[in-house]
């Protein structure tokens, strides 16, 4: 929820199939954003 994703999307929260498998998802692209990732820390290759 704190990263704007709302309703039924936070569903994808709780999946089951694993990092990989989610990690291709709209929600998860959503909430993840590049600019997200580098205020965490997170280097990204490219």
Do not use: E
């Not at 694993?18 to 997200?36: C, Y």
């Amino acid at each position: 929820m704190r990263m704007g994703i709302k309703g039924r999307a936070l569903k994808v929260a709780g999946c089951r199939l694993g990092a990989w498998a989610i990690s291709k998802h709209v929600v998860i692209q959503q909430a993840l954003r590049t600019a997200t990732l580098n205020r965490y820390g997170f280097t990204l290759p490219w």
